[in-house]
């Protein structure tokens, strides 16, 4: 391990895709083999404007290039946005803890996704998929604010519907032409008959306001705060556990998380802002 | 139990210090108005060095954790660069556990800061007796005492007549095995008068902090004070200047800061405060704690319970220098006295119901 814990290692962008008219997913080859755990994050440096931590949306099996989809959120996304092929970033990491997997196993997955949020459960999914007999089942209810917000929209309306063991359904805030699908937000499209509640577990990401109503949607469907994962974003910047801006109380997001139960975190203060 | 260290007597100051300077770049208290500054030990000037009854104003995190440093450059990594040994003279308790609290931060076994490491592995502590308590320390709130403890090389006592020295550590022994021509015994009378002097300060202490007196131990009472409104009432004395972040000698939130140099990229690493509206504030807006009231209790929060959660004790050492340099006016020993009279009312209002 680098004895420097501030220190990036290199990495270039290889490919962009556009994802929506706000969300591009950066394709980048680190200069050195890459390991992670789904779920867990990096610090991306674009080289003298600044960092800014973001889960890879890419299978961690997939160790020679990470794919990281981002949304033009700030100064730092924004110049991001502007980067072309072949720009130079730095990559830290991967910090804090991801999905415990393993003990998904045997288990009725649960997850709810919304918006940019999509961006770490995609590299949870595609791990799932990968073992997904291991998997009592995998439920999907994955909502956008219009059609067009939809990222990895190819394969969510194309191959992830049709892989055996998963049950995927879409919603949209606001429909258009094209969509023929459900209309509300996400909570609209979870039922308690989609779960067996007792064995299951939920993953929970996406904007701050959706993880709010889904956890309490599952806490209805009588799922325990300590099966609810929730992938906290907060502004991590050293990502070891010491500079101290995503303290989530007595938890450093950077260490302890991003991923938490609700269970861990559900005592302390404004968590949904 | 540890084997007992080594204590010695010395007549002049000044031949101690000369010693250590030999040694090592060595940092001194110098009056500056009312306060104490470090400056760099001089010892042909006249006046090169004086004991300071009192802690000093900067805080030895200074010397540890710059304000501004390098901390990575872009494309090449960066080493730490090597650190000179240096000695600091002049630490009191309070500043001897602000190093312990900084230590497990920044030395924790997963990741190490190389930087602060360096600096640390390099300083040599020369602590010694408070004798004047200022009016806003309350070292005795949070385990501390009017002498140091633990955590030092050499540490120094003031006597009538010159200076009782004792190690406090193998480095501490070492240096008064080399220089032994320096040193006398001390008589076992002069270490009586040693203990009364610092139970004469302790009874000071406790005499300016009697009003204060809490009765609950500061984490249950701010753990239990979680819908008090005296945060929002005491932010209204705020002016946010975050002077009591800076100040302190054991917040050590910082962020990383990336720059352009003529032929290279840099990261740096930069004090920052909890008290700065935007600090948790993330880039697609949300900000868990933009009521400056919330933040005056995140801080208290994460001084008097979460750091105790993680690491086993406050982070808080009573110094004051907070509510020495607050230019609202604001003392923590009166928001925690607030907050307890507030539980002790309601437990009140709830018996007589």
Redesign the interface.
């Known amino acids: 391990m680098?004895?420097?814990?501030?220190?990036?290692i290199?990495g270039e962008i290889i490919e962009i895709i556009d994802e929506s008219s706000t969300i591009k997913t950066f394709v980048i080859a680190p200069e050195e083999k890459f390991k992670f755990v789904t779920g867990q994050f990096v610090e991306l440096?674009?080289?003298?404007?600044?960092?800014?931590p973001f889960t890879p949306s890419s299978s961690p099996a997939q160790t020679k290039k990470i794919e990281i989809t981002i949304?033009a959120?700030?100064?730092?996304?924004g110049l991001l946005h502007r980067c072309k092929k072949g720009q130079?970033v730095?990559i830290r990491g991967p910090y804090g803890k991801g999905y415990p997997v393993d003990d998904f196993v045997g288990r009725e997955v649960y997850i709810v996704g919304g918006g940019v949020g999509l961006a770490p459960i995609r590299s949870l999914f595609l791990t799932l998929v990968d073992r997904i007999k291991d998997f009592k089942s995998v439920v999907c209810r994955f909502g956008a604010k219009t059609p067009n917000d939809f990222i990895y929209k190819k394969a969510l309306l194309g191959p992830w519907q049709k892989i055996e063991g998963v049950d995927m359904k879409l919603t949209v805030d606001k429909a258009d032409g094209s969509w023929d699908g459900n209309v509300g937000v996400v909570t609209t499209i979870c039922d308690k008959s989609d779960v067996d509640v007792k064995g299951a577990v939920a993953v929970i990401c996406g904007?701050?306001i959706m993880m709010k109503f889904a956890t309490l949607k599952m806490i209805e469907f009588g799922f325990k705060p300590a099966d609810i994962y929730l992938s906290m974003?907060?502004?991590m910047?050293?990502g070891?556990?010491?500079?101290?801006?995503?303290?989530?109380?007595?938890y450093y997001v950077c260490?302890d998380g991003p991923v938490f139960t609700y269970e861990q975190i559900k005592q302390y203060?404004?968590?949904w802002? | 139990m540890a084997t007992k260290m080594k204590t010695v007597f010395i007549s002049k100051l000044k031949a101690l210090l000369d010693a250590l300077a030999e040694q090592m770049d060595l940092y001194v208290p110098k009056k500056a108005g009312e306060h104490y500054v470090y400056s760099r030990y001089d010892p042909a000037s006249d006046r090169p060095a004086e004991f300071n009854n009192i802690r000093t104003c900067p805080t030895i995190k200074e010397f540890l954790f710059p304000l501004c440093e390098l901390a990575a450059i872009f494309p090449e990594p960066l080493e730490p660069e090597e650190i000179k040994p240096f000695a600091v003279f002049g630490l009191k308790d309070c500043d001897l556990r602000s190093i312990e609290i900084l230590d497990k931060v920044f030395l924790e076994e997963e990741f190490r800061d190389p930087f602060y490491q360096k600096r640390r592995e390099n300083m040599f502590i020369i602590s010694s007796d408070c004798f004047e308590p200022g009016e806003n320390c309350f070292c005795s709130f949070v385990g501390g005492k009017p002498f140091a403890q633990d955590g030092f090389d050499l540490n120094i006592s003031k006597m009538r007549d010159g200076f009782i020295v004792e190690a406090g550590s193998q480095k501490g022994e070492d240096f008064i095995e080399k220089h032994h021509h320096l040193f006398t015994e001390v008589p076992e009378a002069l270490l009586a008068e040693r203990n009364e002097n610092r139970a004469k300060t302790q009874k000071q202490l406790n005499q300016n902090n009697a009003e204060f007196r809490l009765d609950k131990p500061i984490k249950e009472i701010v753990e239990n004070s979680q819908d008090s409104e005296i945060f929002d009432l005491d932010a209204k004395g705020c002016v946010e200047c975050q002077g009591c972040t800076r100040i302190c000698p054991t917040c050590h939130c910082f962020y990383l800061y990336d720059t352009k140099q003529k032929d290279y990229f840099g990261k740096m690493k930069m004090w920052d405060s909890c008290m700065r509206t935007a600090y948790a504030a993330v880039a697609g807006g949300e900000n868990p704690r933009k009521v400056l009231g919330d933040r005056i209790k995140h801080r208290l929060m994460h001084k008097f319970s979460y750091f105790l959660d993680r690491y086993g004790f406050d982070m808080c050492v009573g110094c004051g220098r907070c509510m020495d340099t607050c230019a609202g006016g604001l003392d923590t020993r009166v928001v925690l006295k607030k907050l307890n009279e507030e539980l002790k009312d309601k437990k009140k209002a709830k018996v007589s119901k």
């Not at chain 1, 440096?45 to 800014?52: K, S």
């Not at chain 1, 070891?240 to 007595?250: E, L, P, Q, T």
Request: aromatic content about 2%; proline content about 13%; some cysteine.
């Open positions: 680098n004895e420097n814990p501030y220190q990036p290199n440096t674009l080289p003298g404007e600044g960092e800014a949304m959120a700030g100064r730092v996304t130079m730095g904007p701050p974003e907060k502004n910047s050293c070891i556990g010491k500079c101290g801006h995503c303290m989530i109380g007595k260490k203060p404004n968590i802002a």
